[in-house]
């Protein structure tokens, strides 16, 4: 290949240009060598094993990364090939950090090796800074063609961004996240440009229940679509990754058809006592379902596993977005006429300088659910999705039933601590049925007063280790539940809050209260005022980290409003970004209007109005608020 000049960087701050002849190989252009470097990403190793892809810093951090999320079980080794320019001596580096450094708590949990053709190398990873780093690997002598692997120690959510061989052992990568992705995208030949991704009518950034029943709705109305979503599924909350049970009553008059795409992706409804079901099997969330759905209409053009980076706008109109693989790194440009925020974080809208609103204290937090087996149920033990599950099928047929949990000295230390789901001295305790009100619960949940946007690793990691202090402490402390172990848990954060984007009506509890009416009802809502805060009886000891939330029960009684309310048209479309809906939980409401709005299904029924919309705007050549002004009736013919 023709040599040419690429940007390595070396030291704290300074660049320096290194010549160096560039050659492809392996994963779809994300492994690169040249004559000093081998840069090889996480995301694009061959086989993850049992480590789990993580995206949801990317803008923080610059690139997703492997997690090991083995709920203290080591999972199985991440593997790859990678070809050196030649054999010979080269220094590692490994770009990863000390996810429990923030809090100053000792044990490093997240330890991990790397294998080189079979070969450990001594150096333990993960145990070393709170910010994410290249930790030095040493030095180690290498063929041309090396198998190389992650190997998790510990199952307790080791990570992983990247791994970078030089032959110049006296080189040292640079930390900056600017710098290091010019140097990424330089070392490992991406173009300058993204790549062209097509021109659609309609662009839906953000696959969740909103954004999933935006694009089959504007779909199946004659809109061509690009439907973008960060994640291999569909369904954002409402998915296996996150499992929260859906929420609100869809298909009411006088739009009784208001809610049937949300109904069609989501599967039947089951038995569950009239109770929201969270943290449930992975089935009871069919990702499959959503998939098969989409798929079939040809007018959409699903991008799953992309995340939407930049936006491209002119004179308050969006042109376009680019969007970047996030197993491969590859970019590519989406133009579009019409675009609707879905992702949550209201992420398209802020990066076009759209109004929005956006505090960060005395917010809702974000959830990472879990749920435990009963290693002496046959049942349980068979629908585990555990890391061992082999084994621990084994052990039960051998009438094994017994699972120890290790010490958590890293975790919150809730040994002597209140929490839900342990008992008071003196109650009685079931042991063969697990703790009550412990698992499957919407409470445990942290972030009151961060950034629940830039600091959400920070915030998801905080609910990693209040889940496992508090396993710890009734497994070790308290001697209970021997037959018990945690069975799954969420990687990816169920966020309630973040940035709302402004619309021509903003909503709030208000006017849910005075049931104000408006004369473009859109879609019913038919949650309570539900507003999080941290819950006093377990916030001593951990003020300003509190992990359990309780909803503001006098908020919900003030607010109370019959229990249906039909929430306008204008607060689906930004009142200063010409082309731009919005769906889901960033749309145009206050902080008290948020509580009613935001729960799934009422976000499902959001998206089949935007799709709605979409056509009419399409079809007359009209802006969102033109709809609203001139084509009311043509968008209350499809509601209908």
Not at 61 to 76: D, F, Q
Request: proline share 5%; glycine share 10%.
């Amino acid at each position: 290949m023709k040599r040419r000049q690429f940007i390595g960087l070396i030291g704290n701050s300074s660049l320096v240009l290194l010549a160096g002849g560039l050659s492809a190989c392996g994963n779809a252009n994300k492994k690169l060598v040249s004559e000093e470097f081998v840069f090889v990403e996480a995301e694009a190793f061959e086989n993850y094993g049992g480590w789990s892809l993580d995206q949801q810093s990317m803008e923080h951090m610059g690139s997703p990364y492997l997690l090991a999320h083995g709920l203290g079980i080591p999972v199985k080794d991440a593997e790859t090939q990678i070809k050196l320019p030649s054999a010979g001596k080269y220094r590692v580096w490994v770009r990863t950090r000390d996810w429990v450094a923030p809090w100053q708590a000792p044990g490093a949990p997240g330890k991990f090796q790397l294998l080189l053709n079979n070969k450990v190398l001594p150096e333990i990873f993960g145990t070393k800074n709170a910010e994410w780093h290249w930790h030095n690997g040493g030095t180690v002598d290498l063929a041309e063609h090396a198998t190389l692997a992650l190997h998790d120690l510990t199952g307790f959510e080791g990570r992983c961004e990247a791994i970078l061989f030089c032959k110049d052992v006296s080189f040292e990568p640079i930390n900056d996240v600017a710098a290091l992705r010019v140097f990424r995208r330089h070392i490992l030949g991406f173009p300058d440009k993204p790549d062209d991704g097509g021109s659609f009518d309609l662009i839906v950034v953000g696959g969740g229940l909103a954004g999933t029943c935006a694009a089959i709705s504007a779909a199946r109305n004659g809109v061509k679509v690009a439907l973008v979503q960060d994640r291999p599924v569909l369904g954002g909350n409402c998915s296996s990754e996150v499992r929260v049970g859906p929420a609100g009553l869809t298909n009411i008059a006088p739009f009784p058809h208001i809610g049937d795409i949300v109904n069609e992706i989501l599967p039947p409804e089951r038995d569950t006592k009239g109770k929201i079901t969270n943290a449930a099997v992975a089935d009871f969330y069919d990702d499959v379902r959503k998939l098969r759905v989409v798929h079939a209409e040809s007018n959409i053009t699903l991008l799953t596993d992309h995340r939407a980076i930049e936006v491209e706008s002119e004179n308050n109109v969006i042109t376009a977005v680019t969007i970047e693989n996030t197993r491969t790194g590859r970019q590519k440009l989406l133009k579009g006429k019409l675009f609707a925020d879905c992702t949550g974080d209201a992420t398209i809208g802020f990066k076009a300088g759209a109004d929005f609103e956006y505090k960060i204290e005395n917010l809702m937090g974000s959830s990472n659910l879990f749920s435990l087996v009963n290693a002496s149920k046959q049942d349980e033990v068979l629908g585990c999705e555990c890391q061992d599950k082999s084994a621990l099928l084994s052990k039960y047929e051998k009438g094994e039933f017994e699972q120890p949990f290790p010490r958590c000295p890293w975790a919150l230390d809730l040994s002597d601590k209140p929490f839900p789901g342990r008992k008071k001295k003196g109650e009685k305790v079931d042991a063969n049925e697990g703790p009550e009100e412990f698992a499957h619960m919407w409470f445990w949940e942290s972030g009151f007063n961060k950034d629940q946007i830039d600091e959400i690793e920070l915030i998801r990691d905080h609910n990693f280790r209040a889940m496992y202090g508090a396993w710890d402490a009734l497994k070790n402390i308290e001697k209970l539940y021997p037959n018990h172990r945690l069975g799954w848990s969420a990687y990816i954060a169920g966020k309630r809050e973040s940035r709302r984007l402004m619309g021509d009506i903003v909503l709030d509890a208000e006017d849910f209260k005075q049931q104000r009416k408006f004369k473009d009802p859109a879609f019913p809502c038919t949650w309570h005022v539900d507003l999080h805060f941290p819950k006093k009886e377990f916030q001593k000891g951990f003020e300003g980290n509190e992990f359990i939330a309780d909803y503001d029960k006098n908020i919900s009684k003030d607010y109370d409003y019959g229990g249906l309310f039909w929430a306008p048209y204008r607060c689906l479309y930004s009142r200063n970004i010409k082309n731009l809906f919005m769906a889901g939980r960033d749309i145009s409401v206050t902080k008290t209007g948020l509580g009613p709005v935001r729960v799934m299904k009422t976000c499902g029924m959001m998206g089949e109005i935007v799709g709605k919309a979409a056509s009419v705007c399409v079809k007359f050549k009209a802006s969102p608020r033109e709809v609203y002004e001139n084509y009311l009736i043509e968008l209350q013919v499809l509601m209908s």
